[in-house]
Each structure stands twice: as C-alpha cells, then as structure tokens.
C-alpha cells in the first residue's frame, strides 16, 4: 500500500517565523512535489525534485524554499512566514509516468 | 495562464443520478489525464486515468471521455451515491518532460439525497 505522510497535519505559527514541513514517501518514487491549495484557485505547484539534490521551481516559489537530501523526504521550508502563506500544503510523490500520490496535507495557519 | 480548466465550481445532483464533471485544456502537448477527488482536510486520492491513445477508460461507477480535438474531457459518474460528495480536480500532464502535472481548479459535487 503506497504511502506519502506528512510531519503535521495543523500547525500555527507568527509571522516571520521559519516553518519547516516534512514529507516522506515509501515508494522509491524519483519525483516529489509540493503544492499549495487555496479555496477557487486549485493545487498550485510550489516546487518539485526529480531526483536527490535536484529541485525545480513550480508556478509559485516565492518565499519558498526546499531540500532533497534523500530520496525519500522532500522538505519545504517558508524562510519567513507571512499572513499570505496561510493554506493547505500537499506533498506528493509520482514515479515516471505513473499515478501520483498525496500525502493528506498540513493545515498551516500564520497568525 | 491557466492550461486546465474547470469552469464549473460547483455541481449539485441527486442520488441515483450520473454526475457529469468537466475540464478543458489548452496544451497540445498533454497526453496524460487524471481525475483525483478530494475531501475536506485529506489529501487528493486518485480516481481513474486516461492516455491520449485511448477516448475512454472505464472503472466501475466512474468513466472518464477524452476528445483530443474538442481538448476536452469529462469524468461521469453513474449512479452517483452521498459519498461522491467532494472536490474534483483534473490534472494533465505531457508524458515526456518534466513529469509534473498541471491542475485545474476544482468542482465541488455535492450528491443530495
């Protein structure tokens, strides 16, 4: 049973506050993703990584960074969060050009 | 620039009924449809896919409909059931590339009973 989990599933934080969110996948998968969803505007693409190390900018990055020390975990971090970053943030995992996979997503609310 | 499109936020049915769910795309380049439902506070699950080499993938209750002229798809769902009740976004990719899928924004399907 494939499997994508995440560190949190609510969290609060203050503004300029740096906010780490986690994500491991148990399905050897090359690709992982981070999204962010928002209420009329879908799953918007933050970053991805298509392999350890590698990391590409999605549609919206900004204020955003990640990691991918191993091929497993894939990490976003907000460096300084804001009021505009509260949402819901989901990680998937997807190998080539098969299904993807979510995790079920942290509710992260900036205050 | 928005490359996939669902233009119905929202769909009311009634149980017993098919739900017709739509999504256009604008990318000549995709090849590689998905629809994934979501509840409120879960991740996204997928639902059933299909491939540009095929106009119809069929998996129990859901049938999804690719018209690669029109670029346009559809999911149906028949009968709908109180369950089907969530979020519906379809997603496309190009199977060469980056691998990353692009979304639409969503219907909700609410399924009355």
């Known amino acids: 049973d494939v499997k994508v989990t995440q560190s949190s599933r609510y969290l609060v934080k203050r503004t300029g506050e740096k906010v780490f969110l986690e994500c491991v996948q148990d399905?050897?998968?090359?690709?992982m993703f981070w999204y962010r969803q928002d209420p009329g505007l879908g799953l918007r693409l933050i970053y991805f990584s298509y392999d350890v190390k590698m990391k590409e900018k999605g549609d919206i990055p900004e204020g955003y960074s990640v990691s991918r020390e191993k091929k497993e975990r894939f990490s976003l971090i907000l460096e300084s969060a804001s009021t505009n970053q509260t949402s819901m943030y989901l990680c998937?995992?997807?190998?080539?050009?098969?299904?993807?996979?979510f995790g079920p997503g942290t509710r992260l609310l900036v205050l | 620039d928005q490359q996939v499109k669902q233009n119905s936020p929202s769909l009311s049915v009634q149980e017993g009924r098919i739900s017709i769910l739509n999504c256009d795309y604008t990318?000549?380049?995709?090849?590689?449809f998905l629809w994934y439902k979501k509840y409120p506070a879960e991740g996204p699950t997928f639902l059933i896919s299909i491939s540009s080499i095929k106009d119809k993938n069929e998996d129990g209750r859901f049938t999804v409909f690719l018209n690669k002229s029109a670029k346009h798809l559809s999911l149906h769902i028949v009968p709908s059931q109180p369950g089907d009740s969530a979020v519906y976004f379809c997603?496309?990719?190009?199977?060469?590339?980056?691998?990353?899928?692009?979304f639409g924004q969503g219907t909700r399907l609410t399924i009355n009973p």
């Open positions: 998937a995992s997807r190998r080539a050009v098969e299904t993807q996979y």
């Open positions: 399905m050897d998968h090359e690709n």
């Open positions: 990318n000549s380049m995709f090849d590689y």
């Open positions: 997603a496309a990719s190009a199977l060469m590339g980056a691998q990353k899928l692009v």
